[in-house]
């Protein structure tokens, strides 16, 4: 099966940067992914990464080492909407196709 | 934009009963999904679907069912509700493309069983 672990809980302030690790046990691997959601919303995606190395999207940026089983989402000048539970997932095969295990999430809390 | 609609937004039953939870899609996505959503657990996934009348269990199957008789619909059914199936439950879909095939999500239906 998948394992996956991330931190519970991360509280940063307005403005800094926080890094939100993750590190996984897969049988068989593709990529990793992260996901965003509010509370009472839905989670939307936020990054993918397939190959080693770091991904950039305005603000956010995600990292990968396959070799270390391990990734990360950086979140840049935090703003108070930043504030938000993100899960990381990993894609696997499963029988020909693709499953995604998500991880616990790590609520992240943005203080002035 | 991908609309992913759950029939209900809250919902609250009874031990016993037989409950239906809709998924509707309007992207034409291959792939279809149900996770139930609990404190300090994050997302489980309950059943998929990449084919119409295709389903394959996942990690908590036990106690529900599902059905897609249709692309675009994709029906969880707790047979008999138990109260340790009070939970969010969100239904998500993929194109398909491969890997790092994003999810879209619906709202979710939040059960409660009496």
């Known amino acids: 099966g998948q394992s996956l672990e991330q931190p519970s809980e991360v509280t940063a302030v307005e403005g800094a940067i926080v890094q939100i690790n993750c590190t996984y046990q897969?049988?068989?691997?593709?990529?990793l992914s992260w996901y965003q959601q509010h509370d009472g919303g839905a989670p939307t995606f936020l990054s993918y990464?397939?190959?080693?190395g770091l991904e950039e999207t305005g603000r956010f940026s995600s990292f990968l080492s396959r070799s270390d089983s391990y990734g990360y989402l950086l979140l840049q000048e935090l703003q108070m909407k930043d504030s938000a539970s993100y899960f990381c997932?990993?894609?696997?095969?499963?029988?020909?196709?693709?499953?995604?295990?998500f991880g616990t999430g790590t609520k992240l809390q943005v203080i002035p | 934009d991908v609309k992913v609609t759950q029939s209900s937004r809250y919902l609250v039953k009874r031990t016993g009963e037989k409950v239906f939870l809709e998924c509707v899609q309007d992207m034409d996505h291959e792939n279809m999904f149900w996770y139930r959503q609990d404190p300090g657990l994050g997302l489980r996934l309950i059943y998929f679907s990449y084919d119409v009348k295709m389903k394959e269990k996942g990690d908590i199957p036990e106690g529900y069912s599902v059905s897609r008789e249709k692309k675009e619909r994709f029906s969880l059914i707790l047979e008999s509700a138990s109260t340790n199936q009070t939970s969010m439950y969100l239904c998500a879909t993929s194109p398909g493309t491969g890997e790092g095939d994003t999810q879209y999500f619906g709202p979710g239906t939040r059960l409660t069983v009496l």
């Open positions: 897969t049988s068989g691997f593709y990529g």
């Open positions: 990464n397939g190959l080693d």
């Open positions: 997932a990993v894609s696997t095969p499963s029988g020909g196709y693709q499953k995604v295990t």
